[in-house]
T-cell receptor, first 111, second 114 residues
Framework: TQLLEQSPQFLSIQEGENLTVYCNSSSVFSSLQWYRQEPGEGPVLLVTVVTGGEVKKLKRLTFQFGDARKDSSLHITAAQPGDTGLYLCAGAVNSGYALNFGKGTSLLVTP | EAGVAQSPRYKIIEKRQSVAFWCNPISGHATLYWYQQILGQGPKLLIQFQNNGVVDDSQLPKDRFSAERLKGVDSTLKIQPAKLEDSAVYLC????????????FGPGTRLLVL
């Protein structure tokens, strides 16, 4: 059973376009993290959100945690080829517990 | 600061053979994780260590998988005997302590079982 559902599974866009990827669950999480994974590498943490309704910005990336702490979204403005990769969301049901990862959204940004 | 080191980077074996992976976490990190990432899926936790003790191994197939973290630093993950469905990337991660701390991942070991 997949605790976190990510959508879309694949996304191919051109440089300069905007996009949003989603991470949804029926479970409440104490925290949620977004990672980016490039081919042949391990995931790298982008952001951690803890408070319901929280919005965090990292340059062109905007992360939002749902009010009920069951879902999250990642919005990328003016995508660049360097944004290409697998975007994974991961949630912890309780602090100190193991992370549950979604299957990821594979993003391809073409020049 | 050196990152999480893993070896080997690639391994090809035949089914029913044995294989072992090694992980050296970031210096001073008390918590170490082993994940299995099958193609097209997100990482799945196999085992979590806090120093040299096991915190969570509920998803480790204990009939064939084993892991140890002697002296609370390096760790090895072993599969014996391997099955075709064990083909995956095995990721090691470490964090200063459990919780919502950042997990730092190594590059992974890609295993192909023929």
């Amino acid at each position: 059973t997949q605790l976190l559902e990510q959508s879309p599974q694949f996304l191919s866009i051109q440089e300069g376009e905007n996009l949003t990827v989603y991470c949804n669950s029926s479970s409440v999480f104490s925290s949620l993290q977004w990672y980016r994974q490039e081919p042949g590498e391990g995931p790298v943490l982008l952001v951690t959100v803890v408070t319901g309704g929280e919005v965090k910005k990292l340059k062109r990336l905007t992360f939002q945690f749902g009010d009920a702490r069951k879902d999250s979204s990642l919005h990328i403005t003016a995508a660049q080829p360097g944004d290409t990769g697998l975007y994974l969301c991961a949630g912890a049901v309780n602090s100190g517990y193991a992370l549950n990862f979604g299957k990821g959204t594979s993003l391809l940004v073409t020049p | 600061e050196a990152g999480v080191a893993q070896s080997p980077r690639y391994k090809i074996i035949e089914k029913r053979q044995s294989v072992a992976f090694w992980c050296n976490p970031i210096s001073g990190h008390a918590t170490l994780y082993w994940y299995q990432q099958i193609l097209g899926q997100g990482p799945k936790l196999l085992i979590q260590f806090q120093n040299n003790g096991v915190v969570d191994d509920s998803q480790l197939p204990k009939d064939r998988f084993s892991a140890e973290r002697l002296k609370g630093v390096d760790s090895t993950l072993k599969i014996q005997p391997a099955k075709l469905e064990d083909s995956a990337v095995y990721l090691c991660a470490s964090s200063p302590r459990p919780g919502i701390e950042t997990q730092y991942f190594g590059p992974g070991t890609r295993l192909l079982v023929l």
